[in-house]
């Protein structure tokens, strides 16, 4: 539990229900019961597979150390990042499970993917090489994983490459072959087809890896859809972790709770008379007398710059139109239909406030987008807060980690 005591909380004397870190005006709530929630709902669709929390891209915008913390409390064994960087991020918050670097390794990272105890996925023979020369130097067997590229054409060796790339690391001691994977290219949609087609390939390459290799293939979708014939030894969700299904098209989908809320609080009200605009480029004009609400979050915090004039957040558990363009920090909306709202009122930009709820979802489709891109889109500057009962347990802000008595420019 990291409560940095160069964070006070602000004591509030107005009515936003929790309290807020200093320093900005906007801030996410990650809720780390629902996060454990979430991994039961998958753990009770997969038996007893291992399961590796995949948190790459700062767990989606969650936050990746506290949410790492939660779920490794919650049962999974193995954590799962996009590129060293990521998992040296886990180390330094002391965090001492098994990550493995998902995406590609090139051979110049091998020192310090040993250096960090991180494990290297593999799908060339320079990287191994490297591994196994950073491995012998610094007096330790450094685990791999064998990317294996079933159709989604990304990362990896091919399927009839595996017997002789098993050879090549076989031949090098100070490598192990720890485990085996490839990546569905639409495990999320109802036809299963390809996603059918890729595990077969799958697994008639996994037939050339020694005993004891740990396989996995199965993200979020397949964890919902295919746990018992594609669970394997170890899964990979990530998603479902933050509860958000990965497409309206599941088959079996799983009951989730939404871990994250990115709330903030009106900074400005005032008044446009009929006729008048509001924002850059004046796109939107007052059809009447309008109360407008500033709301200090805007497309350099995550919010898309494509909802203007579209999108809605809470204020009193209503919907508040946004009218205008969002600006890169701060964004209006229309707030005349809520009379009570006052300077200070918290806001809901993406979760549930009383009744009303805007869902990550919601946001994606105005964008065009989709959820994942929206979470992974709520950017560093934004605080985080992380709840257990409902309580701040956790909190960490743009300077986390930013040593007191720094000296000041007076
Ligand atoms: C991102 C990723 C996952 C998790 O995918 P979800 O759809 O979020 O469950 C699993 N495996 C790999 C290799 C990934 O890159």
Redesign the pocket.
């Known amino acids: 539990m990291v409560v940095a005591a160069a964070m006070p909380t602000r004591k509030r004397t107005t009515k936003t229900t929790t309290d807020q870190p200093l320093g900005r005006p906007l801030w996410a709530e990650i809720d780390l019961d629902a996060v454990a929630h979430n991994i039961a709902q998958v753990r009770s669709r997969v038996g007893s597979s291992r399961m590796l929390a995949?948190v790459?891209a700062n767990a989606?915008g969650h936050g990746a150390p506290a949410v790492a913390r939660a779920c490794l409390d919650a049962g999974a064994t193995y954590l799962?990042v996009?590129c060293v960087d990521e998992g040296i991020q886990l180390r330094q918050a002391g965090i001492m499970a098994p990550v493995l670097v998902?995406g590609y390794c090139p051979p110049w990272e091998a020192m310090e993917i040993v250096r960090h105890g991180l494990t290297a996925s593999v799908s060339n023979p320079e990287t191994v090489a490297a591994l196994a020369g950073a491995a012998r130097d610094a007096g330790v067997r450094s685990p791999a994983h064998l990317k294996i590229d079933t159709g989604m054409a990304r990362h990896g060796v091919l399927p009839n490459e595996v017997p002789q790339f098993v050879q090549l690391i076989q031949a090098m001691p100070d490598v192990h072959l720890e485990g085996a994977?490839t990546?569905f290219a639409t495990a999320?949609e109802s036809d299963k087809t390809f996603t059918k087609r890729q595990f077969q390939a799958f697994q008639q390459a996994a037939q050339h890896l020694p005993d004891g290799v740990i396989r996995h293939v199965a993200?979020?979708?397949t964890c919902a859809d295919m746990p018992d014939e594609m669970g394997l030894d170890m899964v990979?969700?990530?998603?479902?972790l933050y509860g958000r299904q990965?497409s309206g098209n599941l088959l079996r989908p799983m009951d989730l709770h939404p871990a994250l809320m990115l709330k903030s609080y009106v900074a400005r009200l005032h008044h446009l008379a009929q006729g008048e605009t509001v924002s850059y480029g004046r796109t939107w004009t007052a059809p009447r007398n309008t109360r407008v609400a500033l709301i200090p979050c805007g497309y350099a915090d995550g919010l898309p710059r494509l909802v203007t004039n579209q999108g809605c957040v809470l204020v009193h558990g209503q919907r508040a139109p946004i009218i205008g363009r969002v600006c890169m920090d701060s964004h209006m909306v229309d707030v005349t239909d809520i009379p009570h709202a006052q300077l200070h009122d918290e806001v809901v930009i993406i979760g549930r406030q009383g009744e009303a709820e805007i869902t990550a979802e919601e946001i994606a489709a105005l964008a065009g987008t989709i959820n994942?891109e929206i979470l992974c889109g709520i950017t560093a500057r934004v605080p985080r807060s992380y709840l257990r009962g409902g309580e701040v347990v956790e909190r960490t802000t743009l300077v986390s980690g930013v040593p007191e008595g720094v000296p000041l420019p007076h």
Do not use: E, L, Q, W
């Open positions: 995949v790459k989606y799962g996009f998902m994977f990546h999320d993200n979020s979708a990979r969700p990530g998603i479902c990965p994942y």
